[in-house]
């Protein structure tokens, strides 16, 4: 499991619990977080996929990347996120001690 912090917008109110930046999965994927501007929502978007193909001699292994998009829809226009809000752009405050997935 990767990790998710609480990020909340003073200005707004907005509240998403997003890995904030690229974060490893185990042996799941890499997923990156993204800001949808249609949708005005953080999405953790699975990025990277480990991809294991049988050869003669073995298991070859390589990372596949993913074409990245809103996971609502594809139609969906979205940015990196850089720690702005999606609704208004401000600045998010990230709550450490909050709701958030913390590794162990
Ligand atoms: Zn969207
Ligand atoms: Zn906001």
């Keep these: 499991m990767g990790y998710q912090k609480e990020h909340n917008c003073p200005q707004c109110g907005y509240q998403a619990v997003v890995a904030g ?3 490893a999965g185990m042996r799941r994927a890499y ?11 953080l999405h953790d978007v699975e990025w ?7 050869r003669g001699d073995g298991v070859a292994f390589s990372w596949r990347q993913r074409k990245l998009r809103c996971p609502e829809s594809p139609d969906h ?3 990196p996120f850089e720690g702005r809000c999606p609704v208004c752009s401000g600045d ?10 913390l590794w162990d």
Excluded: F, M, R
Aim: hydrophobic fraction near 25%.
């Design 21 to 23: 930046g690229p974060d």
């Design 31 to 41: 997923t990156l977080t993204i800001s949808c501007v249609t949708c005005q929502e």
């Design 48 to 54: 990277l996929e480990p991809k294991y193909t049988s």
């Design 77 to 79: 226009e979205w940015e």
């Design 92 to 101: 998010l405050s990230v709550n450490e001690e909050g709701a958030g997935v």
